[in-house]
């Protein structure tokens, strides 16, 4: 890269960082508002303020949150437990909360709000980030703008020392401004992100949604698995049936007849035999079974109408559900193009990533599909949601439309890990010892140093000759604040790798 594109950079991360400590800022007064509405909730009885402020918080927090994934490329998910659905009345028409029954719906409602505000753990995480973010992340992204102030206000007090700090930060910024950022995100994730109880919570929910989804699905399928035997091979069968028994009747009078009614029997079995294939096929097709995902994908792409490539790249077989799951998804997409798009040729590209199975559809048709319209996109998005998978599809009119299947853990391998002591020693240290050069040895010894006070106690800076307090006192703040960054890194790769290994 050349010198103004790495300055310009710089300068972005210079500006960002000052914006973060501004954000950092704002969450110190965002969280004294929320200490008072908390007092006066838990203090006063004012209970109805509780709510308000714990919303004022996560809109403080996600605005960090989102901060985080854009300017660091630290993404962070919501830890929030899901919300408590609304009261169900009893048969009588009235609510029950506790040991009280109500009218309305008003009480419960809030009740069952307020005990989800309270007992969430990520509430009172986001209070103690607001309150710690400022003093963490905040000033080690904002430490060149700090340098700046300092500087600027030492040079109108008369004291020229003070043109050094613009010199240092402006002199440090280009390697450390973009590290100090995405150090902010590190941090703001291991704070702000989910819990394991968080993430077990939102999973049952997803999962209790996918459960529903499947069972009315499966019970769709079955209605039509019903009424296409009903309405096709069963009533083939019986005129099979009824034309036999016509023909026996038939068979001493008149023997001719007797043969066509016969031929036009054997005709429906064969017919009947073919619908009850075709239903077999539907229901679970047997290449699948017998030769797995990879042959049953390019079987389907001899059947259709289109021009089909497929590409497949897969380590071994699937679990027979996602296979099927897998094998039905692209089918339908395979439909769609078919039906809707007027499309002429087809691409499938089945890859894997890690444990992660990915599938790729595209078509040269004309675009503007939809997954909210219609049944097909929407069934396939709840077949998949059963195994956390996802589809992501992108249909521009006029096309072509691609679309992107992914079942996270389709493919289980089990990767061992050795053991990794010294990040825990590591981890440990950097944890327990972070404070004490960011605010005795750093944050005191400033403010002491700014007011005048000649106590040095056991603050080393001030023991110091005169041009090397300052630097000692900026160099054990930064010093206090790499260590907790170096700690908040290696807790999430910690956690990443916790999280690699229960899946």
Same mark, same amino acid.
């Given at each position: 890269?050349?010198?103004?594109?790495?300055?310009?950079?710089?300068?972005?991360?210079?500006?960002?960082?000052?914006?973060?400590?501004?954000?950092?800022?704002?969450?110190?007064?965002?969280?004294?508002?929320?200490?008072?509405?908390?007092?006066?909730?838990?203090?006063l009885g004012m209970v109805?303020?509780?709510?308000?402020?714990?919303?004022?918080?996560?809109?403080?927090?996600?605005?960090?949150?989102?901060?985080?994934?854009?300017?660091?490329?630290?993404?962070?998910?919501?830890?929030?437990?899901?919300?408590?659905?609304?009261?169900?009345?009893?048969?009588?028409? /009235?609510?029950?909360?506790?040991?009280?029954?109500?009218?309305?719906?008003?009480?419960?409602?809030?009740?069952?709000?307020?005990?989800?505000?309270?007992?969430?753990?990520?509430?009172?995480?986001?209070?103690?980030?607001?309150?710690?973010?400022?003093?963490?992340?905040?000033?080690?992204?904002?430490?060149?703008?700090?340098?700046?102030?300092?500087?600027?206000?030492?040079?109108?007090?008369?004291?020229?020392?003070?043109?050094? /700090?613009?010199?240092?930060?402006?002199?440090?910024?280009?390697?450390?401004?973009? /590290?100090?950022?995405?150090?902010?995100?590190?941090?703001? #994730?291991?704070?702000?992100?989910?819990?394991?109880?968080?993430?077990?919570?939102?999973?049952?929910?997803?999962?209790?949604?996918?459960?529903?989804?499947?069972?009315?699905?499966?019970?769709?399928?079955?209605? #039509?698995? =019903?009424?296409?035997?009903?309405?096709?091979?069963?009533?083939?069968?019986?005129?099979?049936?009824?034309?036999?028994?016509?023909?026996?009747?038939?068979? =001493?009078?008149?023997?001719?007849?007797?043969?066509?009614?016969?031929?036009?029997?054997?005709?429906?079995?064969?017919?009947?035999?073919?619908?009850?294939r075709q239903l077999v096929?539907?229901?679970?097709?047997?290449?699948?079974?017998?030769?797995?995902?990879?042959?049953?994908?390019?079987?389907?792409?001899?059947?259709?109408?289109?021009?089909?490539?497929?590409?497949?790249?897969?380590?071994?077989?699937?679990?027979?559900?996602?296979?099927?799951?897998?094998?039905?998804?692209?089918?339908?997409?395979?439909?769609?193009?078919?039906?809707?798009?007027?499309?002429?040729?087809?691409?499938?590209?089945?890859?894997?990533?890690?444990?992660?199975?990915?599938?790729?559809?595209?078509?040269?048709?004309?675009?503007?599909?939809?997954?909210s319209h219609g049944t097909?996109?929407?069934?396939?998005?709840?077949?998949?949601?059963?195994?956390?998978?996802?589809?992501?599809?992108?249909?521009?009119?006029?096309?072509?439309?691609?679309?992107?299947?992914?079942?996270? #853990?389709?493919?289980?391998?089990?990767?061992?890990?050795?053991?990794?002591?010294?990040?825990?020693?590591?981890?440990?240290?950097?944890?327990?010892?972070?404070?004490?050069?960011?605010?005795?040895?750093?944050?005191?010894?400033?403010?002491?140093?700014?007011?005048?006070?000649?106590?040095?106690?056991?603050?080393?800076?001030?023991?110091?000759?005169?041009?090397?307090? /300052?630097?000692?006192?900026?160099?054990?703040?930064?010093?206090?604040?790499?260590?907790?960054?170096?700690?908040?890194?290696?807790?999430?790769?910690?956690?990443?790798?916790?999280?690699?290994?229960?899946?």
């Open positions: 890269m050349d010198e103004s594109g790495t300055g310009r950079m710089t300068i972005r991360a210079l500006v960002r960082g000052a914006a973060l400590f501004c954000v950092a800022l704002l969450g110190q007064m965002v969280a004294f508002v929320a200490l008072i509405g908390v007092l006066a909730s838990a203090v109805f303020l509780f709510p308000p402020v714990v919303r004022l918080l996560r809109r403080t927090t996600r605005l960090s949150r989102r901060l985080s994934h854009a300017w660091s490329g630290v993404e962070i998910d919501e830890p929030y437990l899901p919300e408590p659905g609304p009261p169900v009345p009893l048969s009588d028409g /009235w609510y029950r909360d506790g040991r009280s029954l109500y009218r309305t719906p008003r009480i419960p409602a809030f009740n069952r709000r307020m005990n989800w505000l309270l007992k969430d753990s990520a509430t009172w995480r986001d209070f103690g980030f607001l309150w710690a973010d400022m003093w963490a992340g905040g000033l080690l992204a904002g430490a060149p703008a700090i340098l700046v102030a300092l500087g600027v206000f030492q040079l109108a007090g008369g004291n020229p020392i003070g043109l050094l /700090w613009p010199v240092l930060a402006l002199g440090a910024a280009r390697w450390y401004a973009p /590290w100090a950022v995405h150090a902010h995100g590190v941090i703001a #994730r291991v704070m702000l992100g989910p819990t394991e109880k968080a993430r077990l919570a939102q999973q049952v929910s997803r999962l209790a949604r996918a459960r529903t989804d499947v069972v009315d699905s499966q019970a769709a399928e079955l209605r #039509r698995i =019903e009424r296409d035997l009903h309405d096709g091979a069963q009533a083939r069968l019986v005129a099979v049936g009824m034309t036999i028994g016509a023909a026996e009747e038939l068979m =001493e009078s008149d023997p001719v007849a007797a043969k066509a009614l016969l031929a036009k029997a054997r005709d429906a079995s064969s017919t009947a035999l073919r619908e009850l096929r539907g229901i679970h097709p047997p290449v699948l079974a017998e030769r797995g995902l990879a042959d049953a994908i390019r079987a389907l792409a001899l059947d259709t109408p289109l021009r089909t490539r497929v590409t497949v790249e897969l380590p071994g077989r699937l679990d027979a559900p996602l296979e099927s799951a897998a094998y039905f998804a692209v089918s339908e997409l395979l439909t769609n193009a078919v039906r809707h798009s007027g499309a002429t040729e087809a691409w499938i590209d089945i890859s894997s990533q890690g444990t992660k199975l990915r599938i790729t559809v595209t078509d040269d048709g004309h675009g503007g599909a939809d997954a097909g996109l929407a069934g396939i998005e709840r077949r998949l949601g059963a195994f956390d998978g996802v589809l992501a599809l992108n249909s521009p009119m006029g096309g072509p439309t691609t679309a992107v299947i992914e079942l996270p #853990r389709a493919l289980q391998t089990v990767r061992g890990r050795p053991p990794v002591t010294w990040r825990t020693v590591t981890m440990g240290i950097c944890w327990s010892l972070c404070w004490i050069p960011i605010f005795p040895q750093g944050f005191v010894a400033m403010i002491l140093k700014l007011v005048g006070i000649e106590e040095k106690s056991w603050f080393l800076a001030l023991h110091l000759p005169e041009p090397f307090q /300052w630097p000692t006192i900026i160099g054990m703040i930064l010093l206090g604040a790499g260590m907790l960054a170096t700690a908040a890194t290696l807790s999430a790769q910690q956690r990443k790798d916790k999280d690699l290994a229960c899946a």
